[in-house]
């Protein structure tokens, strides 16, 4: 049996003390943050029919993360020519950004080989994630994703008013795309697809993906959430972008916070046919929530293909040493294409969460289709010692 419970009781119930929302910026951010966490009654946080999250249960004064390895950040940004770019553009933060922001999507367009009527541009790629579901689903209709997949956009398309068709990965943990495409129906208002997705890491072959959004974007729109896409390595990881050209229905999202290294400066892209940008302009202004700093560090930061370069290969490197050192332990890592590992443990989540945070290292722990697993994000090569370190002893 679920019971939903809104923060505010939560905190005041004991379940999630101050301390541990302050440690856990995920649990329910974007446009519906007001909406009640779903617990079970383990109080687990209820992601998915098959994910399940585990909340410390720490209370008092946060611990002091020397490891902060659970919000799948890049540790290496922002590039020198990002922070000069925001320090020199702060005087003129006074002034709206029209002309620069108009300049990046120029860029942009031209980096994706489209015109700036398929770009739409936003605070972060989960905000136009939010806005597509927003503008898709306000009349109802359906979703179709995988589970487990990265949640923001069925979330927002649940609260105002849609149903979601998850449809289970398959047992390498890539897309069932099969599946998912015989799941769309009259009612399917989009197809969602994360590649490499989000927790698992894992990726769907594109050749594969290619044709399966070239014929299923014929009736309706598919969003590939790219994010990732530029760590990728040692596979067929080509990016859907190229369909655009070909008249499909096909919405691409894309982010400056893992290469680029902007989380905390917001700023991303959807880029999909005009038709469609011009759809979600009707409702709501992407571009409109973006800081003046921002547009200028996330120009700077596009042309800093050094930056990118070195940030790939010591992502490749810190996953190198992970994997190595998990198989050293025995544990079963599912292969990843991100900046972060998914992998099982054999001990209780709560008590391993609480006890990895006591040693300074934040990750994740998630029940997966009934077992247990940490997710940990690549960090320097210092921080990843210190989670293996920990790892052994707890």
Known sequence: ?????????????????????????????????????????????????????????????????????????NPYGPSDAA???????????????????????????????????????????????????????????NI?????TYMSIVQVAKAVGATWKAVPCKADWSHDLKAMEAAVDGDTKLVYICNPNNPTGAITNGKELYDFCSRVSEKVPVFIDEAYIE????????????????????????????????????????????????????????????????????????????FQAMTKAKNAAAKKYIYGELDRLGYRYIPSYTNFVLFPIQMQGKTFLDAMAAKGVGIRVFEIQQQTWCRVSLGTMDEMKLFVSSLQTV
């Open 83 to 141: 922070q000069k770019a925001v320090i020199e553009s702060v005087v003129r933060g006074n002034r709206y950004a029209w002309k620069e922001l108009f300049d990046l999507v120029d860029k942009i367009a031209a980096k994706e080989g489209v015109t700036a009527a398929h770009i739409m541009m936003g605070p972060g790629s989960s905000d136009l994630l939010e806005k597509v579901a927003m503008v898709c689903f306000k009349d109802g209709g």
């Open 231 to 306: 760590l990728a390595e040692g596979a067929d990881t080509q990016s859907m972008a190229s369909l655009l050209a070909q008249k499909k229905n096909v919405v691409i999202g894309r982010t400056f916070s893992k290469i680029m290294g902007l989380a905390g400066i917001r700023v991303g892209y959807i880029a999909a046919q005009p038709e469609f940008i011009e759809r979600i302009g009707k409702i709501t202004r992407g571009g409109m929530g973006i800081a003046y700093t921002s547009i200028y560090a996330a120009t700077a930061s596009l042309g800093d293909q050094n």
């Open 1 to 73: 049996m679920n019971q939903n419970i809104e923060r505010r009781k939560l905190l005041k119930s004991g379940l999630l003390g101050l301390t541990a929302l302050a440690g856990l910026p995920y649990l329910q951010m974007g446009a519906f943050a007001s909406e009640p966490l779903t617990l079970d009654d383990e109080g687990r946080i209820v992601r998915s029919p098959s994910v399940r999250e585990l909340i410390p249960t720490h209370t008092g004064k946060p611990p002091v993360l020397a490891a902060r390895l659970n919000a799948n950040e």
């Open 144 to 148: 179709v994703s995988a589970d487990p």
